[in-house]
């Protein structure tokens, strides 16, 4: 069991027979009356998001989630199979399941397979990845002191913004936390 005074960023709780992982919190004591919990909650099978206030004596059971080392294999049309690091299982998953910071996981690469009782809800690529760029604009000498950026799609697919002096070929390292280019590689 948790309580709500010991609410933190990332915790993961049942409530209401739903999973609910904590985005945001702060603690709140207002001048006159008792003190609560303001809340961000992230429903963590469907991703919803909602605002909920707690009194800071509440409590609630805990809810662990397992995060388990997978390699991605292949896809299949909608399925995209993963491979199980230890007893080597190959294991189909729908794309629904995948999340939006999956365009930056190539074949090969170790993921987090994210299930709580046995329910396989999400996947978590590592935070930051190694690609290759595929196609962009070539840059221009001089064109730097700006900070400007120009979009780039890199190996699997996807696009973003990367600095002007980027070219075509070049390995870059992303944040697929935030889908930022961060340096080269």
């Keep these: 069991m948790i309580s709500a005074g010991e609410f933190r960023n990332g915790v993961t709780f049942e409530l209401d027979g739903n999973v609910f992982q904590i985005v945001e919190f702060q603690h709140v004591k207002p001048g006159k009356g008792a003190a609560f919990v303001r809340t961000k909650l992230k429903n963590v099978i469907t991703g919803a998001v909602v605002e909920k206030t707690f009194r800071p004596t509440e409590k609630m059971p ?16 909608e399925l995209y199979y993963f491979m199980d690091q230890e007893t080597f299982e190959q294991m189909p998953l729908n794309k629904e399941a995948l999340g939006d910071s999956f365009k930056f996981v190539k074949e090969n690469m170790v993921v987090k397979v994210l299930s709580y009782k046995g329910n396989v809800f999400g996947v978590e690529p590592p935070t930051f990845v190694e690609l290759q760029v595929t196609e962009t604009e070539p840059g221009f000498k001089g064109d730097t002191s700006t900070g400007a950026t120009k979009p780039a799609t890199v190996e699997t697919g996807a696009t973003l913004n990367v600095p ?15 889908g930022e280019y961060m340096e080269r590689a």
């Design 164 to 178: 002007l002096f980027i070219d075509q070929g070049e390995m870059i390292r992303i944040d697929t936390r935030t």
């Design 62 to 77: 805990k809810a662990h989630i397992e995060r388990k080392d997978y390699e991605y294999l292949y896809t299949d049309g």
